[in-house]
């Protein structure tokens, strides 16, 4: 009976490590509620109707770069942590062949890439870390402990919601974004 007990509870012991470790690679799920709360505090402050009813900001559930939409995306980054964040700016307009990239911007010796992971469903959007020779995702998925935490190096995504005209953003030393010249 002794011997049942520890196997069981050694079985348990074993499910529930699993489960927690599974569970560290769930990405951030929002609630359509909880999104939707989400986009409003992180718009941008600014007088400019236009630009408040068209510059969105994304959260990576929404799988932005599945698809080729031509529209411009801005995303604050930095290569560490030591380094003030900046904002690079893209088209989506590169469809990408698995295992492929596409850089969007360099600094120092990190970049800010589109990269189609062999295996994964979409494209996604990388900082590749060139000290730690490390692919970080913007999704989420592999942050379990293994990398710093990914607000590191992506602090936020926004999209311009059309495809003709795009707003001059700018960014505070904090990593506030303004539009430029207000």
Do not use: H
Not at 112 to 121: A, C, N, Q, S, V
Request: aromatic share 10%; net charge neutral.
């Amino acid at each position: 009976m002794k011997k049942l007990l520890s196997l069981l509870g050694t079985i348990t012991l074993i499910g529930t490590s699993t489960t927690s470790l599974v569970a560290c690679n769930t990405p951030q799920e929002y609630t359509p509620e909880e999104l939707e709360q989400l986009k409003k505090e992180n718009q941008i402050n600014t007088t400019n109707q236009e630009i408040k009813d068209k510059l969105e900001w994304i959260a990576p559930q929404e799988k932005p770069f599945n698809t080729v939409d031509n529209k411009w995306y801005y995303v604050v980054w930095r290569g560490n942590e030591k380094i003030d964040w900046r904002i690079a700016k893209f088209q989506n307009n590169n469809n990408l062949e698995e295992g492929k990239k596409y850089n969007i911007d360099k600094l120092n010796d990190d970049t800010l890439d589109m990269y189609y992971i062999k295996g994964e469903t979409n494209q996604l959007l990388t900082v590749y870390d060139n000290k730690r020779k490390l692919i970080i995702p913007w999704n989420n998925k592999f942050e379990n402990g293994a990398f710093p935490p990914l607000k590191n190096w992506i602090k936020s995504i926004y999209r311009w919601n059309l495809i003709t005209q795009k707003p001059d953003l700018v960014i505070e030393k904090d990593g506030t974004v303004k539009v430029n010249d207000e």
